[in-house]
């Protein structure tokens, strides 16, 4: 019997389960799928999130293969509102950097095979959760097939994603708080133009941004009034410039439209059940913090589930402090996304020249100091 199964094999899992195998902890991870996604949403890593890298020993391999993010710019009707710089700093893992979370994914599954070979189980699905009070039996199947198997730890984390099955198991409650805007992403190459910055597009229409990447890629993401699942690349890019004026390359990459969801868990410890995660909280990716906040979860959560299991009458209390703390930062996340997506949503007249007079505030100091830690997520 393992000391710890997590359900969920995407990135905050795999690293959660790193975390744990390298303090000792006896960890198996359970993942529906039976190969890695390869997209990849998820691309910024943030400053706090580099700590949890470096503890599992992968920070430096995950920062070579990415592009540093120097800063932002905020752009509107052909003008630049302001810009905000990051902190410059030799210590690398003081920096925003840019990676696909896939490529991130391999980066932590490797590591984790190191530290725990054969430890990870792909192609099973959790269909039940029982919690024992001295331990948790997890039901599980064969993906695809009828081979049944129970399975049980002293632990259970729930790392399944927004539509976490092991959640909704439980009867805990995820209570939407915002939600129903709509986007359209796609990757082109960099046309060089703003080399190492973020650039945010305040248009009229709703916002554009975008984002380096590695190998000479730029991600671009742009505001939509509806959900557009049958858009192309082609169709992207003519938003864009009809916006921007920004002509983009042709590109082989498809594109991807989304919708956003905010939905916070009601509690994220039931028992020996704990949630992270997407699982626990859902945050637009507007902004880039949804992974980096379920890498802090996974940050936080690893040394207690050790003093947990080292001192079973402390567990109440350690994980009692994680629910508190995460949830707390959460709801800060969330709230910090509300506003991003506010002030990217299409305007005209009064309320575009307020909302370009508070950028132009916002981006000098000593605003611009305090909205850059914001956006780092160096107060979560």
């Known amino acids: 019997m393992p000391d710890v199964i997590v359900v969920g094999g995407g990135p905050v899992g795999i690293l959660l389960a790193g975390l744990l195998a390298v303090r000792g902890v006896d960890v198996e991870v359970l993942e529906q799928r039976v190969e890695p996604s390869l997209r990849s949403r998820a691309i910024g890593i943030h400053p706090p999130s580099l700590r949890a890298l470096e ?24 003008r630049t509102l302001g810009r905000m710089a990051f902190t410059e700093s030799a210590d690398r893992t003081q920096s925003v950097i840019s990676l696909p979370q896939s490529e991130t994914e391999a980066v932590l599954r490797a590591r984790f095979a190191e530290l725990a070979p054969g430890r990870l189980r792909g192609g099973v699905t959790v269909t039940g959760v029982c919690d024992l009070g001295d331990r948790v039996s997890v039901d ?25 099955l092991v959640r909704d198991l439980l009867g805990i409650r995820s209570a ?6 709509t986007y359209l ?42 959900l557009m699942t049958d858009a192309t690349s082609e169709d992207l890019a003519m938003l864009i ?5 920004v002509y983009l390359p042709p590109t082989t990459a498809g594109a991807s ?40 979860d996974a940050l936080q959560l690893a040394p207690a589930l050790q003093q947990a299991l080292r001192d079973p009458a402390a567990a109440a209390s350690v994980l009692g402090h994680y629910d508190r703390r995460r949830r707390r930062s959460a709801r800060m996340a969330a709230r910090q996304a509300g506003f991003n997506m506010a002030m ?15 950028v132009r505030t916002l981006a000098v ?11 780092t997520m160096r107060w979560l």
């Open 344 to 358: 990217g949503g299409p305007v005209q007249g009064l309320r575009l020249r307020l909302r370009n007079g508070l």
């Open 55 to 78: 503890q599992l020993g992968v920070a430096g391999q995950v920062i070579g293969r990415a592009v540093r993010i120097r800063g932002g710019v905020v752009r509107s009707d052909g």
């Open 185 to 226: 992403m796609c990757d082109y190459p960099d046309t060089g133009e703003y080399p190492g910055e973020a650039v945010l597009f305040f248009e009229r229409g709703g916002v554009v941004e975008s984002f380096p990447l590695p190998r000479g890629r730029r991600r671009w993401v742009a505001m939509t009034p509806t």
């Open 176 to 181: 939407a708080r915002t939600g129903g805007e």
């Open 140 to 164: 599980t199947v064969r993906t695809g097939g009828t081979t049944a198997q129970t399975l049980e730890a002293r632990y259970v984390v729930a790392a399944d994603g927004a539509r976490s």
């Open 365 to 375: 100091p000593p605003a611009s100091a305090v909205l850059a830690r914001a956006f």
């Open 257 to 296: 439209a989304f919708s956003v969801q905010q939905r916070l868990a009601a509690r994220l410890v039931a028992g020996r059940v704990v949630l992270i995660g997407d699982a626990a909280h859902q945050i637009s990716p507007i902004g880039g913090q949804g992974m980096n906040l379920g890498w802090l």
């Open 241 to 245: 410039r009809a916006r921007t004026g």
